[in-house]
């Protein structure tokens, strides 16, 4: 055993000295100086949502301030060409980019996707992350890596076998404690099967599991130079797994609020209908039965004549079969609750027509358990909605709370919490909603793009010294 381990070192060895000879004797700048490779690795660069968005945003920051710098993406994304992508960045975030990136096309994103591992996915996905990391930086070795997409397992790969400084950004951690107490207390989620909550034996082989793979993810993130996470909930979380505090930050992610800044806020004219607008993917923890069955609750309860007629909007993007057949479930669900006339679903829909509905609805809903941030709420508080969130996570402990002393929104937990407080917003004065809206809308430009670069370049400081 020993000398296997004696030689298993001696081959890492020799592996790390060949990629930095390739990294050095890679192709020099017009200044005859070779730039500093900045690589991202961030396998799903064209989709679309709140993780692009800062990926794109941290690239034209580093671009901004760094001359002697090349941006490189590792992306899985064979099906589009790199103008398609930077030209997709700036049509779905209106993100412009200074320089151009280089892109690193990956063969084995397949690796990564949760249907391959049916069971053991988070073991499954990690390891899968590693062989496609592999494939990276075989293809491109460079001097300073950020996993902008929640890959750990491939940090000590970077750091180790690569030779660079390495950093991540993370969104949501791969596991939780929140994760480990939901299985320990046999609860039923999207994320743990009701035959394992039924079994105490599953569900003590399942907690034997996730401790151990707890235990591997604290390892793998603990080699982090530096670490940014998006909201106080995941920072938490990843300071009780990782526990590498001096080299972590909470970088709230560039929410686009400019953009909705121009929506006008006035006190509501009388209206025949009032609307209720949500704005999350179709993905099984938004939980969009729940927001169904309170809107059904709230309208059982409503009594007749007494307010205008109410709606509500589910407004979401679709990224592939399963999304629409969750889709196609929800609207059987509305039939079952007989709401099916006052629930509209609108898909994949372009910017201003979200934006118009935003400006339209008095309340912007969210359903989410410990969503680790919450852009859409972020959005739904610029645009001047009175935001209803999910009473845990990144909306609890960092966008939900009061702004000068005042409320900035509502928080609820359940069916019953949030058609009652879903009431209560109808029944105040429009004078009041106005207040709230204001006071929400003045504090979210802590979530600005030019709060996120400055906190983003403070943090990544030390990677380029």
């Known amino acids: 055993i020993g000398i296997l381990c004696i030689c298993l070192v001696v081959l890492l060895w020799g592996v790390r000295l060949w990629i930095q000879r390739k990294k050095q004797l890679s192709s020099a700048g017009r200044d005859g100086k070779r730039p500093l490779l900045v690589a991202f690795f961030h396998p799903y660069c064209n989709a679309g949502g709140g993780g692009e968005r800062v990926l794109w945003c941290a690239i034209r920051t580093l671009q901004k301030k760094y001359r002697n710098v090349t941006c ?32 690193v096309f990956l063969e084995k994103r397949f690796l990564v996707e949760a249907s391959l591992y049916p069971h053991f996915t988070l073991l499954g996905q990690s390891l899968g992350s590693v062989f ?27 750091k180790y076998l690569g030779g660079c400084r390495v950093g991540c950004y993370v969104h949501y951690p791969t596991i939780s404690t929140d994760m480990l107490s939901v299985v320990r207390n046999q609860d039923t989620r999207f994320n743990n099967a009701a035959f394992i909550t039924s079994s105490p034996l599953f569900s003590k082989f399942k907690l034997a599991y996730y401790y151990f793979f707890a235990f591997m993810y604290g390892l793998v993130g603990s080699c982090s130079d530096v670490v940014m996470v998006n909201s106080s909930w995941t920072l938490n979380h990843i300071l009780s797994l990782w526990r590498v505090g001096a080299c972590t930050s909470v970088v709230y992610p560039p929410c686009d609020v400019q953009a909705f800044l121009d929506i006008p806020l006035e006190v509501e004219k009388s209206t025949s209908e ?192």
Not at 134 to 155: N, Q, V
Not at 376 to 382: D, L, R, Y
């Open 132 to 158: 496609l990391g592999w494939e990276a930086l075989l293809k491109c070795a460079p001097d300073i890596y950020i996993d902008s997409m929640g890959y750990a397992f491939t940090i000590p790969l970077f």
């Open 274 to 465: 009032y609307s209720i607008v949500s704005v999350s993917q179709f993905r099984p923890e938004k939980d969009h039965p729940l927001q169904i069955r309170a809107f059904a609750k709230l309208l059982k309860e409503k009594r007749v004549g007494q307010q205008p007629s109410l709606k509500l909007i589910l407004i979401g993007g679709c990224r592939n079969q399963q999304d629409e057949e969750r889709v196609n479930n929800l609207k059987r669900l509305c039939e079952e609750l007989g709401v099916s006339d006052d629930v509209v679903f609108r898909i994949n829909i372009p910017f201003e027509e979200l934006k118009r509905h935003l400006a339209e609805a008095t309340i912007g809903l969210h359903t989410m358990w410990n969503e680790h941030f919450g852009i859409g709420v972020v959005e739904c508080m610029a645009a001047g909605t009175v935001i209803l969130a999910h009473n845990s996570g990144g909306p609890k402990l960092d966008i939900v709370v009061r702004h000068e002393g005042r409320v900035t929104g509502f928080l609820a937990e359940d069916e019953e919490s949030y058609a009652e407080t879903m009431a209560y917003i109808f029944s105040l004065s429009p004078e009041k909603r106005l207040e709230i809206r204001e006071s929400a809308r003045r504090s979210v430009h802590r979530f600005s793009d030019q709060h996120f670069e400055d906190t983003f370049l403070l943090s990544v400081e030390p990677l380029f010294k």
């Open 72 to 103: 490189v993406v590792y992306t899985g994304d064979r099906d589009a060409t790199g103008e398609e992508i930077v030209e997709g960045a700036f049509r779905r975030f209106n993100i412009k980019l200074i320089h151009p990136v280089k892109f």
